[in-house]
């Protein structure tokens, strides 16, 4: 009896939760409300670029449309813990042709990559128009839903692992934009999408456990340190094949660390 | 002098301390085996429990899921030949979700799923949908009864602090235009303008009454200053009106106009660096539409100048409207009854607005007889005690 209310006091102090204050949930209402100001203005950016990427298409100026491409889907890419909640939406702009089981010349395959596919595959702009309109139509659809969205708080907590989750199956494979080859650019998007949201909870993360941000800070660190030597002088990205084999490599240990300690987030912070 | 039989000594005193921090360890020890292998039950627990579902070329088996509510483990395993994904759906937002399975691997997706009816997006997109039924048990029967916990109202709080930011950033605009058309010296032009700086400053107006000073600076009637409309301090919003619609005049109003910018500016970030408790979400709505009903719809007395009231009791019901909406989905939960009468309340306010209405403008209010006035406060206090049922039914000032 005495032996057992001992053990249990000294489990109460061996328990690293025992020792902090939970989060408390009011605390996680301005980092929630900045994320969807984020999530809002980025979607801004995803219309009005993709209004001026699809209207390249439309004219049929190949040059501008495929430099184009990559930094207007980075801004779908840095949201997609919210995107992706809208399963029909995600699949309209979003889908790979592996998701469509007569690839390519299925009928449902839309949205950019099939509009990459054209661009850079064939190495043109014809037979685009309708597509181009489709995805228009499609990221203003998406602004609209995700402006009468509540965003639910597990998910934007959550989508910090989700987008390195997503980085760790497709990213480094280079199997996102396989036909143009700027998967550095959605990779980029990814872990900065992530690292926004390490930031805006970053107050409440330091209270729980200050080693942990330590660790997370330094291997963001240590991912945007490979990913700047990729840097073009415009802003942009080298293609994913001129990325060496050993920075390949030296990718995957920090995003798999990285995904597997972002997924603890949301138990740090008391939302699961 | 020699002693041959060796006294055992006595325990010296690090000894002592020696067997009994050693006893401290064991029972540590013992405690963290027991704290172990209760996670390593509840691991197994979670394994025992995993409904297993094979993603197939065309199909999953199985395709049709019926589950009881609460956490729920899916081992989804990919027998087909491509990376596929496994989602649950409520409609088209997906509730949990895993992309990316590799071909021949499986991965574990935990939900924690509410009694209800559920798609599942199995693999290819062409592939067909398949269901989940989640029946209900006793404790989601408990859950949907209990009051909500703090945690619930995260999502509420947070969008309605997304509201303050651009319904904020919306009057800074509105005011910005305003006192832009007073710079450049056209009367007609700031006159048009005072109208919807005002409706946005309405949209905000239950929020911005707590802070009481600020607020002030910006919306005091002339009433509250001891010269009046004379009185040099008497400055904000209504100073504006007076001047562009009493005295018909832009002399002397550039710094009014200009101090007018910086403090709704300011209102906009202490908007947003306020904290607000859940029961005064409802509380301060309740209180705007008190002062409507009580106060403002008989007299009339807060554009007196430019007559423009109703467009500011519009903009307080759209207010009273977006929190009622941010509610909606725990008001369903745990206090549906409340739900048809705040509806209607909420329509016969707005019906008795629009009925106010010519030609896509609100009438003014010096047009308005004395017995539309009391419809419109009458219809006011109806919405503001049917709001006010909220805090006790969703126990928002106990919560935790």
């Not at chain 1, 990814?190 to 690292?195: L, V």
């Not at chain 2, 759906?89 to 992309?99: A, Q």
Request: aromatic content about 6%; overall charge negative; some cysteine.
């Amino acid at each position: 009896m005495k032996k057992s209310t001992l053990a249990l006091s000294l489990l109460m102090t061996l328990s690293p939760l025992a020792a902090f204050a939970a989060t408390a949930p009011l605390d996680l209402v301005g980092p929630v409300s900045d994320y969807k100001i984020y999530v809002t203005e980025e979607i801004g950016e995803l219309v009005t670029q993709t209004q001026a990427f699809t209207d390249a298409v439309k004219k049929g100026d190949l040059a501008t449309a495929k430099k184009l491409y990559a930094p207007t889907r980075v801004h779908y890419e840095s949201i997609e813990p919210i995107a992706e909640l809208f399963s029909d939406l995600d699949a309209s702009i979003d889908s790979r042709v592996d998701d469509h089981e007569k690839g390519v010349k299925a009928d449902d395959f839309t949205g950019f990559h099939r509009i990459e596919y054209t661009l850079f595959s064939e190495n043109t702009t014809q037979g685009l128009d309708a597509l181009a309109d489709g995805l228009n139509k499609d990221v203003k659809d998406l602004q609209d839903r995700v402006a009468g969205l509540t965003f639910p708080p597990e998910k934007v907590v959550g989508g910090a692992a989700a987008l390195l989750e997503e980085v760790a199956a497709t990213k480094i494979s280079g199997e996102e934009d396989r036909y143009s080859h700027t998967d550095l650019y959605d990779f980029q998007g990814n872990i900065d999408g992530a690292k926004k949201i390490v930031d805006l909870f970053r107050g409440q993360i330091e209270k729980q456990d200050k080693a942990f941000l330590a660790k997370v800070d330094k291997n963001f660190a240590a991912v945007d340190k490979i990913l700047a030597k990729y840097k073009t002088k415009d802003g942009g990205f080298e293609t994913y094949d001129k990325v060496k084999e050993n920075d390949r490599k030296a990718l995957v240990g920090p995003v798999n660390t990285l995904a597997e300690d972002l997924s603890t987030l949301r138990g740090k912070l008391g939302l699961n | 002098m020699s002693n041959p039989t060796p006294q055992p000594a006595p325990p010296s005193r690090a000894l002592r301390w020696a067997v009994a921090g050693s006893v401290v360890v064991m029972i540590a020890a013992g405690g963290l085996f027991y704290y172990a292998s209760q996670l390593a039950a509840a691991k197994r627990q979670i394994n025992h429990n995993e409904i297993a579902v094979t993603i197939h070329g065309h199909a999953c088996e199985p395709n049709a899921l019926t589950v009881p509510a609460g956490r729920a483990s899916f081992r989804i395993i990919n027998r087909s030949d491509r990376a596929v994904e496994w989602e649950i759906l409520d409609g088209v937002l997906v509730v949990e979700e895993r992309e990316n399975i590799a071909p021949g691997l499986s991965q574990v997706i935990n939900a924690n799923l509410l009694p209800g009816d559920y798609a599942i997006t199995c693999g290819l997109l062409s592939n067909p949908r398949g269901t989940l039924h989640v029946t209900p048990t006793a404790e989601s029967d408990a859950q949907a009864k209990a009051k909500p916990s703090m945690v619930a109202f995260i999502g509420p709080l947070s969008e309605f602090r997304v509201y303050l930011s651009s319904q904020g950033t919306a009057l800074v605009k509105a005011v910005t235009a305003l006192q832009q058309a007073i710079d450049a010296g056209d009367l007609a032009q700031a006159q048009a303008l005072y109208v919807p700086a005002r409706e946005a400053y309405q949209r905000l107006a239950p929020a911005s009454q707590r802070l009481a000073e600020l607020d002030n600076a910006i919306n005091a009637r002339a009433d509250y200053f001891e010269k009046r409309e004379q009185d040099p301090s008497f400055s904000g919003f209504h100073r504006l009106e007076y001047s562009l619609f009493q005295q018909r005049s832009l002399d002397s109003l550039g710094p009014i106009a200009q101090r007018l910018v910086t403090d709704v500016t300011a209102l906009k970030q202490q908007l947003l660096a306020q904290s607000l408790p859940p029961e005064q979400l409802v509380g301060i709505v309740v209180r705007n539409l008190n002062s409507l009903a009580d106060v403002r719809a008989a007299s009339g007395e807060e554009e007196r100048y430019s007559h423009i009231d109703v467009n500011g009791f519009a903009a307080n019901l759209q207010a009273a409207r977006k929190v009622v909406d941010l509610m909606r989905p725990l008001l369903t939960k745990s206090a549906a009854d409340l739900l048809p009468g705040i509806d209607s309340a909420l329509n016969a306010f707005d019906a008795e607005l629009n009925g106010l209405k010519v030609d896509g403008h609100y009438r003014r209010y010096d047009s308005i007889t004395a017995d539309q006035r009391k419809q419109i406060a009458d219809k006011a206090k109806a919405l503001a005690v049917a709001l006010d049922g909220i805090d006790p039914a969703l126990g928002l000032s106990g919560l935790k």
